[in-house]
């Protein structure tokens, strides 16, 4: 009994900052913006008494499995139980809780699309965190009284891989004009993805729909598989240029002996995750400090050994982040346009 007087004095003491000016514990837009030096630790407290978090996330692989480990083990008493899925699979699922008033999630990372969906339906709270300065403005979506509603906290940057063995290097395209060149006709392919989707809006933006008429008389294919599944056809030679893979999975490949290249075009699509916090989060504290740690050093070394880029890194290329400046009905109807695009460049159909 003694023991657990003593635990309950000390967590107390540790919120009492946070209570001062109300006498009870804060609403959760209060705590969002509670910036005090005491932060993490008021929110370490709330988050033990609390016990757990529950955690949406759109990581694939085992990034997230790690990066939760990470934030238990710096924080004992706190449980971190996650549901990984699709943006499409988290859209659902919060768009069910929310329509039975079941609030479930607490701290939500995934692509800004379904993020800009949820801020219309006023889903988010916007919030601030320790690291915020370092972030770019243009990779935080801002909210009132230098709040944010998220920051982009990783980066997948898309361009061309070329298996070497079939594309001489000087005939490897070095931007999106070298793709057309006549050598590489019955050569080239497409993720049917969303990546090979945002590649597709790229090629239309920045060089335009004659371009686009151009390159399909080379007879690009299109597969309909992820980025990642197309990088090994080019590394197995059924494929010899994609310009729809991830600098990050070559980069794995190539410690292996891949027998391949990237290449950065023009520009790099750069298919970002970002980290929000739901305003009916039922573990308020825990919520805030899972966003304060995936933004913080922490949570940035786990995505970085999983070769996730950074938006705090500069990496000799031009980034591109579709989604930037529009609401979710433009993302939609951009995306839509930009697949019939590419299901009508390419041969070899699989929609």
Same mark, same amino acid.
């Given at each position: 009994?003694?023991?657990?007087?003593?635990?309950?004095?000390?967590?107390?003491?540790?919120?009492?900052?946070?209570?001062?000016?109300?006498?009870?514990?804060?609403?959760?837009?209060?705590?969002?913006?509670?910036?005090?030096?005491?932060?993490?630790?008021?929110?370490?407290?709330?988050?033990?008494?609390?016990?757990?978090?529950?955690?949406?996330?759109?990581?694939?692989?085992?990034?997230?499995?790690?990066?939760?480990?990470?934030?238990?083990?710096?924080?004992?008493?706190?449980?971190?139980?996650?549901?990984?899925?699709?943006?499409?699979?988290?859209?659902?699922?919060?768009?069910?809780?929310?329509?039975?008033?079941?609030?479930?999630?607490?701290?939500?990372?995934?692509?800004?699309?379904?993020?800009?969906?949820?801020?219309?339906?006023?889903?988010?709270?916007?919030?601030?965190?320790?690291?915020?300065?370092?972030?770019?403005?243009?990779?935080?979506?801002?909210?009132?009284?230098?709040?944010?509603?998220?920051?982009?906290?990783?980066?997948?940057?898309?361009?061309?891989?070329?298996?070497?063995?079939?594309?001489?290097?000087?005939?490897?395209?070095?931007?999106? @004009?070298?793709? &057309?060149?006549? $050598?590489?006709? =019955? !050569?080239?392919?497409?993720?049917?993805?969303? %990546?090979?989707?945002?590649? +597709?809006?790229?090629?239309?933006?920045?060089?335009?729909?004659?371009?686009?008429?151009?390159?399909?008389?080379?007879?690009?294919?299109?597969?309909?598989?992820?980025?990642?599944?197309?990088?090994?056809?080019?590394?197995?030679?059924?494929?010899?240029?994609?310009?729809?893979?991830?600098?990050?999975?070559?980069?794995?490949?190539?410690?292996?002996?891949?027998?391949?290249?990237?290449?950065?075009?023009?520009?790099?699509?750069?298919?970002?995750?970002?980290?929000?916090?739901?305003?009916?989060?039922?573990?308020?504290?825990?919520?805030?400090?899972?966003?304060?740690?995936?933004?913080?050093?922490?949570?940035?070394?786990?995505?970085?050994?999983?070769?996730?880029?950074?938006?705090?890194?500069?990496?000799?290329?031009?980034?591109?982040?579709? @989604?930037?400046? &529009?609401?979710? $009905?433009?993302? =939609? !109807?951009?995306?839509?346009?930009?697949?019939? %695009?590419?299901?009508?460049? +390419?041969?070899?159909?699989?929609?």
């Amino acid at each position: 009994m003694k023991l657990l007087t003593s635990a309950l004095v000390l967590t107390l003491s540790l919120l009492s900052t946070a209570w001062a000016q109300t006498g009870k514990p804060m609403a959760l837009a209060q705590l969002a913006a509670y910036n005090k030096p005491d932060r993490e630790k008021v929110l370490y407290a709330g988050a033990k008494a609390e016990g757990k978090i529950t955690w949406y996330t759109s990581l694939a692989g085992d990034s997230y499995k790690k990066l939760a480990a990470a934030f238990e083990a710096k924080y004992p008493g706190v449980r971190v139980e996650t549901y990984r899925g699709t943006r499409q699979d988290l859209s659902a699922r919060i768009s069910a809780e929310n329509q039975a008033q079941r609030y479930i999630v607490d701290t939500i990372e995934t692509t800004i699309p379904l993020l800009k969906l949820l801020k219309d339906q006023q889903s988010l709270v916007p919030y601030t965190f320790p690291t915020q300065a370092k972030f770019p403005d243009h990779v935080k979506e801002k909210g009132p009284k230098g709040l944010v509603y998220w920051a982009i906290d990783r980066e997948s940057h898309i361009g061309l891989a070329y298996n070497k063995n079939m594309i001489a290097p000087a005939l490897a395209p070095r931007n999106y @004009e070298g793709l &057309l060149r006549p $050598e590489l006709k =019955d !050569k080239i392919a497409f993720a049917g993805s969303d %990546t090979g989707v945002t590649v +597709t809006g790229a090629l239309l933006k920045f060089k335009g729909e004659e371009f686009v008429k151009k390159l399909k008389t080379l007879n690009p294919a299109i597969h309909n598989v992820s980025g990642r599944a197309l990088l090994d056809m080019v590394i197995s030679g059924e494929v010899g240029v994609s310009p729809s893979t991830f600098r990050n999975h070559v980069e794995v490949s190539l410690k292996v002996g891949a027998p391949i290249d990237w290449i950065p075009m023009d520009v790099v699509p750069s298919n970002s995750g970002s980290t929000a916090v739901s305003v009916k989060a039922p573990h308020p504290h825990a919520a805030l400090l899972m966003a304060d740690f995936i933004l913080g050093p922490g949570g940035q070394k786990v995505l970085e050994e999983y070769q996730y880029g950074s938006p705090l890194k500069d990496y000799g290329f031009k980034r591109w982040y579709p @989604e930037q400046g &529009l609401s979710a $009905e433009q993302i =939609d !109807k951009l995306e839509e346009r930009w697949r019939n %695009t590419l299901r009508d460049m +390419t041969r070899r159909s699989s929609f």
